[in-house]
Each structure stands twice: as structure tokens, then as C-alpha cells.
């Protein structure tokens, strides 16, 4: 059932809980030196995985927006992981997202 676009508050709680999220991932990933990958909602527009992603929860963000090319993702992960002191590199993906 379509309800309509979300209140302010929802927006603001679903941001703030993926940014909560992908940082408990960070310690894991730190913990086993690996990459994670985390999805979030953003079927059609990918706002809820781009403002966590720019807030520094992730390395990387995949939107619905833009295609992407999952080969020069994963070069960028790696080249992320390379740099990162503790070995890790996050991406955050929004569910509409296509390569």
C-alpha cells in the first residue's frame, strides 16, 4: 500500500539509524580487515544512503540516480581498503540501485 512521501521525522530517524548501523559495521570490518557492503532503503531516489555516506559512515555510495559499473566499484573499495589504517572500506548501497 502507497502512503506518500515520508515526514521530516522518518527521513531524519532513517539517516540518523543508517548511520548507526554502518558504524557498528565499522568495528566488525576492522576487526576481520574486510570490506562490507550495507544496504539501505531508496527504491527511486537515493537521499537515505548518500547523506550517511557523506557524513563519513561509508567510503562509498550506490544510487538509483546513476548507474554504476561494478568493476570500478570494486577498484575503488580496494584502492579505499589500501589507504584505510585499519583495512576496511564500507559502501553503502540504496535498494534501487542498478549496474
Known amino acids: 500500500m502507497f502512503r506518500g512521501p515520508i515526514t521530516a521525522s522518518e527521513f531524519s530517524t532513517c539517516v540518523t539509524r543508517t ?23 531508496g ?8 547523506l550517511p555516506t557523506m557524513a563519513g559512515a561509508a567510503n562509498r555510495c550506490v544510487i538509483p ?5 561494478i568493476e570500478k566499484l570494486a577498484e575503488l573499495l ?15 548501497v540504496s535498494e534501487g540501485a542498478m549496474f
Open 78 to 92: 580496494v584502492h579505499d581498503r589500501k589507504k584505510n589504517p585499519a583495512g576496511i572500506s564500507i559502501a553503502l
Open 19 to 41: 548511520i548507526q548501523l554502518v558504524n557498528s559495521l565499522r568495528t566488525s570490518a576492522g576487526s576481520h580487515e574486510r570490506f562490507m557492503i550495507s544496504g539501505s532503503v
Open 65 to 69: 540516480e546513476y548507474k554504476f559499473d
Open 43 to 50: 527504491r527511486y531516489a537515493g537521499f537515505t544512503a548518500m
